[in-house]
């Protein structure tokens, strides 16, 4: 069995397209004979908020940092499976929260996706700063979007991993508020949504709602360096965010491979080491 130490530390601080649809070959376990320590890492970010982290040492120097999609955590199904599958390859991973989100200090806010791109630039230059590089960074959903935000404004990442990130930003927005949803913003300057027992759970502003509509993914495929490899992988049955997606991705990125894995789901729910499998093949290819 793995022995995991828990301790806690306080720092502030070309391969051209291929195209595959098809079930893939799944790992037939993870390894459980590693020795993997886990250390949980506090880094500032530039707002002066907290963001919460969890460092898994599994042998290598360069880490894999993994980022969470749409009001979920570094604790979500998705990312602790993915983190799961690295660290039993020997690959170090650090999982945290987006500022508002988790345990992370700040606010939860709707959009807000440049902001998550500055804490991933905060926790990629933190782990620089103590001698650690990124070798690849992982997003899921949202967190896919903010992956590829940040491949097009840094080039100082060689590889990104895109997991059923939504590439059309205006779709979507309607199911979850209802069609009317710009009128009553404009109306109100605000939507809340609520749980089923009426508690309202965020509140959507005209500001965050414009930061979501004015966020430009063709743009910012095209502008990342076709140096950098980029990774596309989405469930065929994604009810979330429509596979269709995945192809915009293929489409405007040069330097691209695209999974769809037959019969997967959003969260790849029965699908985790079939994705497991294509992430570590691309990460060691």
Do not use: W
């Not at 649809?21 to 250390?39: I, K, Y």
């Not at 596979?243 to 999974?259: P, V």
Request: include cysteine; charge should be negative; charged fraction near 25%.
């Amino acid at each position: 069995m793995s022995m995991v130490r828990i301790c806690v530390q306080l720092l502030y601080g070309t391969a051209g397209k291929e195209i595959v649809m098809r079930p893939c070959a799944q790992l037939s376990s993870f390894s459980d004979s590693l020795d993997v320590s886990q250390e949980k890492i506090v880094i500032r970010n530039r707002h002066g908020e907290k963001l919460f982290g969890v460092l898994h040492e599994a042998g290598s120097k360069d880490i894999v940092v993994l980022c969470h999609g749409f009001r979920s955590s570094k604790e979500g199904r998705t990312i602790l499976s993915l983190a799961n599958a690295l660290t039993s390859e020997k690959i170090s991973i650090f999982r945290f929260d987006f500022s508002g989100n988790g345990e992370s200090e700040g606010t939860f806010e709707y959009g807000n996706y440049y902001k998550e791109v500055d804490d991933l630039h905060d926790v990629i230059l933190h782990f620089k700063k103590h001698k650690r590089d990124t070798c690849a960074i992982a997003g899921h959903s949202k967190g896919g979007n903010v992956v590829i935000l940040y491949a097009s404004m840094y080039h100082d990442i060689p590889k990104v991993i895109n997991l059923s990130g939504r590439f059309n930003l205006e779709r979507g927005i309607g199911d979850r508020f209802g069609n009317d949803y710009m009128e009553r913003i404009n109306e109100h300057g605000f939507i809340d949504v609520e749980d089923k027992a009426g508690r309202i759970i965020y509140r959507v502003t005209k500001e965050s709602l414009m930061d979501r509509l004015k966020t430009d993914m063709q743009s910012a495929c095209t502008s990342i360096d076709p140096k950098c490899r980029v990774v596309t992988v989405h469930g065929a049955e994604d009810d979330v965010v429509p596979s269709e997606d995945a192809l915009e991705f293929d489409k405007h990125i040069s330097n691209h491979e695209l999974h769809v894995i037959e019969g997967a789901d959003h969260r790849y729910a029965s699908h985790q080491l079939e994705l497991a499998a294509i992430v570590l093949k691309f990460l060691k290819s």
